[in-house]
């Protein structure tokens, strides 16, 4: 079975654009979450995806937001970008809800805000 | 609402030596408990995971952790570390509201 991927693996981008970040979970995994992991904050829960629908958001302000498919590919947004959001967004799968079932990491993608 | 503290920022070992990593959870409901490693320029990988079946967990790579309510730990042991158990590792909880709530993380350093 092919893991969790996630695109690109690497972006650079300059304050104040937009940027999307992919996740395609392991096949037949609903439940797609999403955390930043910066060197000062560690890693820090963002949201949680199951059925399309956003099931818990972790404290980011509402420039972060995402979506699931009906595939259950996810996506994630980050408009207005500060050099604060530089990070590596790691999203991770899992069969169900979360609580009860492992979640498998993809690599991440690592953005760097210039 | 759920959280971890990990105990040591930095961990150097021996090779062939015990490894101990620790870790403290707060909780108001019983928590499920992980750990994950985490080499350089890749994602998580899970070690194991605590779900209230049985309280010593073994898991991959030769490590176990002991879940002890009574001292709200959960600490992970490796009896021989070996040059390629050298990462970060992290310990994590998720309650009832289906957040996971990572720790800052050990970094494991094992010397020749």
């Known amino acids: 079975k092919a893991g969790v991927t996630q695109t690109p693996r690497y972006l650079i981008k300059t304050r104040g654009q937009q940027v999307t970040l992919s996740c395609s979970p392991i096949?037949?995994?609903?439940?797609v979450s999403w955390y930043q992991q910066t060197p000062g904050q560690g890693l820090q829960f963002l949201f949680e995806?199951?059925?399309?629908?956003?099931?818990n958001k972790g404290n980011f302000p509402g420039r972060f937001s995402g979506r699931q498919f009906s595939n259950s590919r996810s996506e994630m947004n980050v408009s207005t970008l500060e050099l604060g959001d530089s990070a590596l967004y790691l999203c991770?799968?899992?069969?169900?809800?979360?609580?009860?079932?492992?979640?498998?990491f993809g690599p991440g993608t690592r953005l760097t805000v210039l | 609402a759920q959280s971890v503290t990990q105990l040591g920022s930095h961990v150097s070992v021996s090779e062939g030596a015990l490894v101990l990593l620790r870790c403290n959870y707060s909780?108001?409901?019983?928590?499920?408990l992980f750990w994950y490693v985490q080499y350089p320029n890749q994602g998580l990988q899970l070690l194991l995971k605590?779900?209230?079946?049985?309280?010593l967990v073994k898991g991959i790579n030769g490590f176990e952790a002991e879940f002890k309510k009574s001292e709200t730990s959960f600490h992970l042991t490796k009896p021989s570390a070996h040059m390629s158990d050298a990462a970060e590792y992290f310990c994590?909880?998720?309650?009832?509201?289906?957040?996971?709530?990572f720790g800052a993380g050990t970094r494991l350093t094992v010397k020749p």
């Open positions: 909780s108001s409901v019983p928590p499920y």
């Open positions: 605590y779900t209230s079946a049985a309280t």
């Open positions: 991770a799968s899992a069969p169900s809800r979360v609580n009860t079932d492992t979640q498998y």
């Open positions: 096949s037949g995994h609903r439940s």
């Open positions: 995806y199951f059925s399309e629908t956003q099931r």
């Open positions: 994590a909880v998720s309650g009832s509201n289906n957040d996971m709530r």
